[in-house]
Nanobody
Framework: QVQLVESGGGLVQAGGSLRLSCAAS????????MDWYRQAPGKQRELVAAIANSGRTNYADSVKGRFTISRDNAKNMVYLQMNSLKPEDTAVYYC????????????????WGQGTQVTVSS
């Protein structure tokens, strides 16, 4: 019923920038939180940034001041602008949604995208 597709990953030098996008498609009426997670090799998946439907944001301490999360509710999209990238930002980045209300009034939970690789070279 719902699919999330990320894009925008790639290889960048330290100090560079990337912008990730995530498109949610399906019979969606509204989405609560939209989040970005990341998972580096050998490490647990961690929350990078979150944005509520209201626009309220939350960031991991490691990315504060460098990353900016935003969303377009009309398009059911969420973005992650990543500046001043560091090698330790290298990971697979995943988009995740919280509660989704469908156009049929169903309540759906916790959809994940397939991930997009971000590699930062030193």
């Amino acid at each position: 019923q719902v699919q999330l597709v990320e894009s925008g990953g790639g290889l960048v030098q330290a100090g560079g920038s990337l912008r990730l996008s995530c498109a949610a498609s399906g019979t969606i009426d509204s989405i609560a939180d939209m989040d970005w997670y990341r998972q580096a090799p050998g490490k647990q998946r961690e929350l990078v940034a979150a944005i509520a439907n209201s626009g309220r944001t939350n960031y991991a301490d490691s990315v504060k001041g460098r990353f900016t999360i935003s969303r377009d509710n009309a398009k059911n999209m969420v973005y992650l602008q990543m500046n001043s990238l560091k090698p330790e930002d290298t990971a697979v980045y995943y988009c995740k949604t919280g509660v989704i209300v469908t156009t049929q009034g169903q309540i759906l939970y916790d959809y994940w995208g397939q991930g997009t690789q971000v590699t930062v070279s030193s």
